[in-house]
């Protein structure tokens, strides 16, 4: 099978098609037939050797962290998936840009008849890591005041829309060029981070998404009220920073959890959330992808096509 692999940290050069052996999948796993598969920032960090869970041991290294398509075939022992079911996961640092992959059948959902597999493909990192952030870290509650940094990209376009479900007033941050989307979003003021100081408007805040990092998250502090949350994708946030008392802050990786992503397919099936897809890739042009996604103003999530 063709597969997209690193052999070595480094820049888009170190990128390769390869051709390698179909996986078998192990007792409790289902070998997926890959359709479309989501690009994700964590890609061409890991591509970089700037993902911590990925050292120089795992190499060489399939990218890839999002699939959509087919199980193949089951793992000894059986499952409750068969062959031929529609299924997405978001799975481990290994093994997504290729025409197949083996997952665990725990981190499997079954696609609604009504997604597309470019729609299923975006899903389940971006759909996990939003939903984390918000109802497992940030704790969420209706009626709350949230303020989502960076909410127009592939996690951002899923918190917002998640927050809005969970009833809360939605406040986000975006370019100028990107505050239309915002608002088609669902957030009840978009921010411009060019022209305005987001801790110029937001005041005592219960939870702050931080999908920048930086200065971003350092800042954030100070829109928070007592007992407000700063949760964050990237860094650990500053505990000791002056304006950090009586708050709480986290930093976290998300989970792969079928169960979790059947609620998410759920909220898209019945139109409560809507998937964007910015843009497609063929697989073999898996550079021109990360490329992109690292370089431009995404609007939601780009996916590559394996097969039909």
Partial sequence: MKAIRIEQFGGPEVIRVCDVEVPEPLAGEVLVKNFFVGIN???????????????????????????????????????????GDRVFAMIGADGGYAEYS????????????????????GVPLAGHTAWQAL???????????????????????FAVQFAKVKGAEVYATASTDSLPFLRELGADCAID?????FEDICKEFDLVID??????????????GEGGRLVSTLTMPD??????????GARFTAAPRGEELTEVAGLIEARNVQVYIANVFELEAAV??????????VHGKVVLHISD
Avoid: C, M
Wanted: proline share 6%; hydrophobic share 35%; net charge neutral.
């Fill in 135 to 157: 109802v497992e870290h940030g704790q969420i509650e209706q009626g709350q005041k949230v303020l989502i940094h960076g909410g127009t990209g592939g996690v951002g376009h």
């Fill in 288 to 297: 021109q992808a990360l490329d992109y996604l690292a370089n431009e103003h």
């Fill in 41 to 83: 920032p964590v890609d061409y960090k890991i591509r970089e050797g700037q993902y911590p869970e990925v050292k120089q041991d795992k190499l060489p290294l399939t990218l890839g962290r999002e699939v959509a398509g087919l199980v193949e075939k089951v793992g000894p022992g059986g499952s409750d998936f068969k062959k």
């Fill in 211 to 224: 999908l920048i990092g930086g200065d971003t998250q350092a800042r954030s502090w100070q829109v928070l």
């Fill in 239 to 248: 505990a000791s920073h002056p304006q950090a008392a009586g708050k709480t």
């Fill in 193 to 197: 981070y060019k022209t305005e100081r």
């Fill in 102 to 121: 083996r997952v665990p059948a725990v981190h499997l959902a079954r696609i609604p008849q009504s997604l597309d597999w470019q729609v299923a493909a």
